[in-house]
Every structure is written in structure tokens, then in C-alpha cells.
């Protein structure tokens, strides 16, 4: 698992310009390179190319998604590069079409994956506090956890056939911010997650 692509699907606007993203991305591609990985970077806001970006997929052992949730979901743009590339790779590439047959047209759906070999990791950033998760009191998540919100990026992934690791999020960015906090824990689970390093204190 030695080939990483990492996609920085940060939006900028005025109020949040995507430092710490960017600052998460690059941690992640300076430990994974110390420890003799090949890595790709793609920064969405910054342009890319459909059909490049459909060669880092299929390159990738591992592909890493960092960005923010705006509005329950990822920005728009990350939104846009998934309905390019993905869209491109449905020629076999990523997945053979939607995994039913003509024999079976109502089983097997999202189940034409290529990417078997593939696992990806899911890094969040949220204005939400940490609190706001797994607590059926709290009323709007009713107890949902980080990933039920990010089902459909899991769905994504699943109907390329790849396996998902335990996914990171930083939380309260904006209004309670604990950042020197967060760059720890993501570095102990880079180690932990990528390295296969179980002590996390090694990475703090």
C-alpha cells in the first residue's frame, strides 16, 4: 500500500480560506513520504484534469479525502470534481457501469467496482462540536455518528469496490477551535491508520 493519492476538497470563501485543510493534507503527505510512500496531490479549488485524476485513482492504494462539511456534505466543488471523474471512470476504469446484468437488471447494484485492491480514508473538518455526535439527546443528529453523516462518501467508494478505514474529523474549527489538539491526533492516526504504527504517542 505504498501509492497514496490525497484530494484537498477544500472550497475557499472569505470566512474560511481552507488553512487548516491544507495544513491536514500536507501533514499527511510529508509522514507518508518520510515513510518511503509515493504520494499524488490533488487541490480541487485549484483545477485538475478529469482523465489524470481518474489515472490517480486507479494508481492509488490507498486514497485519502480531505475537506470540510458545508451543509452536511462536501463543498460544491469537491461535489463537481466527483461528478467529472467518477462519471469518466465508469468505462471499467473505476467500475464497470452500475454492476447489474442484463441477466439480473434488479440484483447486484453498485456492485461493479474495480478498485478491489483500494482503501481510502475519510479526514473532515466541521464547525460541529465533537458533542454533537452519538448523543441521542442532542436533537439534530439523534445520535448519528460522524460516518452516518458521511454515508454517501462511503457509498461512493463502496461502489468502486474499495474499503474504507476509520475516518478522522477535526471539530468546532470556527468557534472553539483546538487545533494544536486536532494536528495530533491526526498525525498519531496517520501513524496508526497508514503506518501501521499502534503507538500513537509516536506521532504526537
Same mark, same amino acid.
Given at each position: 500500500?505504498?501509492?497514496v493519492l490525497i484530494i484537498n476538497g477544500h472550497q475557499p470563501y472569505p470566512?474560511?480560506?481552507?488553512?487548516l485543510n491544507k495544513t491536514l493534507a500536507g501533514i499527511a503527505q510529508s509522514?507518508?513520504?518520510?515513510?518511503?510512500? &509515493?504520494?499524488?496531490?490533488?487541490?480541487?479549488?485549484?483545477?485538475? %484534469?478529469?482523465?489524470?485524476?481518474?489515472?490517480? &485513482?486507479?494508481?492509488?492504494?490507498?486514497? +485519502?479525502?480531505?475537506?470540510? +462539511?458545508?451543509?452536511?456534505?462536501?463543498?460544491? !466543488?469537491?461535489?463537481?470534481?466527483?461528478?467529472?471523474?467518477?462519471?469518466?471512470?465508469? %468505462?471499467?476504469?473505476?467500475?464497470?457501469?452500475?454492476?447489474? !446484468?442484463?441477466?439480473? $437488471?434488479?440484483? @447486484?447494484?453498485?456492485?461493479?467496482?474495480?478498485?478491489?485492491?483500494?482503501?481510502?480514508?475519510? !479526514?473532515?473538518?466541521? @464547525?460541529?462540536?465533537?458533542?454533537? /455526535?452519538?448523543?441521542?439527546?442532542?436533537?439534530? /443528529?439523534?445520535?448519528?455518528?460522524? %460516518?452516518?453523516? =458521511?454515508?454517501?462518501? &462511503? =457509498? @461512493?467508494?463502496?461502489?468502486?469496490?474499495?474499503? $474504507?478505514?476509520? !475516518? /478522522?474529523?477535526?471539530?468546532?474549527?470556527?468557534?472553539?477551535?483546538? +487545533?494544536?489538539?486536532?494536528?495530533?491526533?491526526?498525525?498519531? &492516526? +496517520?501513524?496508526?491508520?497508514?503506518?501501521?504504527?499502534?503507538?500513537?504517542?509516536?506521532?504526537?
Open positions: 500500500m505504498k501509492n470566512f474560511a480560506p481552507g488553512g509522514m507518508l513520504e518520510d515513510a518511503g510512500f &509515493h504520494v499524488r496531490m490533488t487541490e480541487v479549488s485549484a483545477g485538475y %484534469d478529469v482523465e489524470r485524476e481518474v489515472d490517480h &485513482h486507479v494508481w492509488a492504494d490507498t486514497v +485519502i479525502m480531505q475537506f470540510p +462539511i458545508n451543509w452536511m456534505g462536501a463543498p460544491w !466543488s469537491f461535489k463537481k470534481y466527483m461528478d467529472e471523474v467518477y462519471t469518466a471512470g465508469m %468505462d471499467g476504469r473505476l467500475c464497470r457501469g452500475d454492476g447489474r !446484468s442484463a441477466e439480473a $437488471p434488479t440484483r @447486484n447494484y453498485g456492485m461493479g467496482g474495480s478498485l478491489g485492491g483500494t482503501q481510502y480514508l475519510l !479526514s473532515v473538518t466541521f @464547525n460541529a462540536p465533537r458533542e454533537a /455526535f452519538g448523543d441521542p439527546t442532542e436533537p439534530f /443528529f439523534a445520535g448519528g455518528s460522524v %460516518d452516518d453523516l =458521511l454515508r454517501p462518501q &462511503h =457509498l @461512493n467508494m463502496a461502489f468502486f469496490g474499495a474499503r $474504507p478505514l476509520p !475516518s /478522522f474529523a477535526a471539530y468546532d474549527v470556527m468557534k472553539n477551535p483546538q +487545533i494544536e489538539q486536532d494536528l495530533r491526533r491526526f498525525r498519531a &492516526h +496517520i501513524s496508526r491508520h497508514l503506518l501501521g504504527n499502534d503507538n500513537a504517542q509516536a506521532a504526537a
